[in-house]
């Protein structure tokens, strides 16, 4: 396989390099790509040095001969350089939230809709947004079973989420309320470390915030239901990595918990973590850096008799980012 990765610098950048190390698939070349602030820069990748990072452009020869292009510098950037990186036959996997809703490209978490990503006319297929990724992987096996009508979600969202300057700002922070000075805030819109920020992206007209009705939206496309409705509160939180979400979902036929339980521990990519006893279940600090979207806290609503109320925790680096891409790429040589 010959692939590039676009936004080789970065936290998502980054983590495809690991994830990467340990794809399936044999990796003839690596091209690494990044603004003016990275070029020339070269990292370790399956024990040897890179070829340096080139400055994107648009050349489109740069990305001539390329299987897969990995993108994962924002959504400006993939759409001001798609037609560039797509120009050579490449299929372009982006990560930024630029594609995700339009027809003709496929939305894809593999466990649940993998086979969207057979079909990509414009040569993209895009990777949710990260909280939706492990938000769909935990909702698809009750959706199957039972079917869902409604979904309501708080999310608690790691510092990562914002990329590598979001995990310094939080970092510094700790470290200048530790020394007793004032902390400085430039990435988030206010204090992170000891604080929650109910406020990630901008605010839209219904009051809602962007990332929320991205998780309204991205979760119709992938599940393919459009008549699930979701309604998210998406909270920032001074975690440093792995996202958590407390999930509670409507059904049209009541759930089992116990069937409920047999369903999430047999669910592709899922694992069970849901002992009623200190530590029984999934938390951020022990999970970051793994693969999986661990649930927990499995139980019926008090409030609903068709409800079922549960808790996830995913590094949204890996699954919710750069593994879910790589997952996507593994798919479709599967099923070429
Ligand atoms: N962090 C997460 O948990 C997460 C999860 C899912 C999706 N995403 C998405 O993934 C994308 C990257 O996020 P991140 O967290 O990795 O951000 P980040 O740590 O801030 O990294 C941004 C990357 O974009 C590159 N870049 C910026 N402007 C560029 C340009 N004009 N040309 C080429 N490269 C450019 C940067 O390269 P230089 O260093 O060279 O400027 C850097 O590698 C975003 O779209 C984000 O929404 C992030």
Redesign the pocket.
Known sequence: MKIAI??????????FLRVLSDARFNIEELRL???????GRRYDFRGRLTDP?V??SDNGGAFAGLDYVFV???????R??SETITSGGALMID???AFRMCDDVPLVVPEVNGADALVAPRGIIA?P??TTIQMVVALAPIHRQWGIRRVHVATYQ?A???????MEELEQQSRQLAAGEKPVVKKFVSQLAFNLIPHIDVFTDNGYTREEMKMYYESKKIMHAPDMDVSATCVRVPVMRA?SEAIWVETEKPVDVDEARRAFAEAPGVVLIDRHEACGYPQPLDLAGTDPVYIGRVRADLANPCGLSFWTVAD??RK??ALNAVQIAEYIERHR
């Open positions: 676009v936004g080789a610098s970065g936290a998502v950048g980054q983590e790509f990044g603004s003016s602030r990275s070029a990072v400055e994107l994962s510098a924002g959504a400006d950037v993939s001001r350089y990560n930024s939230s990777n947004n990260c790691a990562s989420g914002a990329g590598a300057s979001g996202h949204q680096i919710g980012a």
